[in-house]
């Protein structure tokens, strides 16, 4: 194998990585996307919430309507909403780690495959006398490729970390409404024996 050969199993190699560049960018274009059109949807619902809650206030007729206006089902229907927000929103990151997940899977591997490739190929056309500084040359890219797995390893920790987190918030969320409930449930029932 000549010079111009290995310049060119480099150079498929490379371009192998540009095409995975442009598929996950392409990716994280689309989940924000779909992140920025839960947000303009969240917002709206949220301001037409707001603007509806604000109008029945105004409209009310005495206090007693009012606190009944802002009772715990009123503020659990808006923890509800949030608690979906945050569902959604936890779905479209889920999805898309995963969609980075398989990309980076399917890179490693055709990284490894490659690496692996131009590294017989070479071997097989060394000259003689040579097989000391292949021998040492495949240790090295041995390692560079054990770097890989390990990065596989650890992006799959980071996506299990993210997605664990996500559902802690919205457990988190979850629990705020309860008590939420909780504390006002007693408050309603005092208010309505006395």
Known sequence: MNQ????????????????????????????AQKLAELNYAASKDALVNAQDGIQQVLTAKDPKQ??????????????????AYQKKVSKVLRDGNKEFANVVDASIDHLQNGFQDWINTVAANAPAGSDVFVSSFKTVYGSALQGFEQFRAASKEAFSTAEKTADQAIDAVQGQIAQVKKAATP????????
């Open 187 to 194: 408050a309603s029932r005092s208010r309505k024996t006395a």
């Open 66 to 83: 009012v606190n009944e206006l802002l009772s715990a089902e009123s503020l659990q229907a808006a923890g509800n909403q949030a608690a």
């Open 4 to 31: 111009d050969q290995i310049t060119a199993k480099l150079s498929q190699m490379n371009s192998k990585g540009l095409e995975t560049s442009f598929s996950l960018s392409e990716a994280a274009l689309e989940n």
